[in-house]
């Protein structure tokens, strides 16, 4: 692969992805991914301040390989527009972390909001990355 990415555009998205995660599950749709989650019997409990440290710096940390993917596609596809990135975000969104998480939760007995609270964020997560990426290159 020829790609020439650019690394600063690639830690900006992957900033601007963990941003949205925080912002997703803590203010947008805590309540019923919350609600949802003990549905399908699963205890939410609130981690330690080292727990949450860690499990800050090991999301970001994945939200970086998932940008670094997405930054070697936008490369090889020369995306350099708006429409174009929307497009590959939402094919990446839909048909990979989309439907992996609607299989997954299927056997976890989740119920559809519950799911399309946990996939939509990275769905929108990957058109955002997806868009920054093509727009700063």
């Keep these: 692969m020829d790609s020439v990415m650019n690394y600063w555009a690639i830690l900006v998205a992957a900033i601007v992805f963990w941003v949205l995660g925080s912002v997703w599950f803590s203010v947008l749709f805590k309540k019923p991914w919350q609600s949802g989650m003990a549905k ?10 080292g727990e949450m440290k860690k499990k800050c710096v ?64 990275p769905i929108v997560g990957f058109i955002i990355s997806a868009i920054i990426l093509a727009l700063w290159q």
């Design 58 to 121: 090991i999301s970001f940390l994945l939200n970086i390989i998932q940008v670094w993917g997405i930054a070697a596609m936008v490369s090889s596809f020369q995306i350099m527009t708006v429409q174009p990135a929307i497009s590959l975000g939402l094919l990446i969104g839909i048909c990979f972390a989309g439907a992996s998480m609607a299989c997954k939760s299927l056997w976890a007995n989740q119920n559809l909001k519950l799911t399309l609270i946990d996939a939509g964020y």
């Design 40 to 49: 399908a019997g699963q205890k939410i409990q609130k981690p330690s301040s």
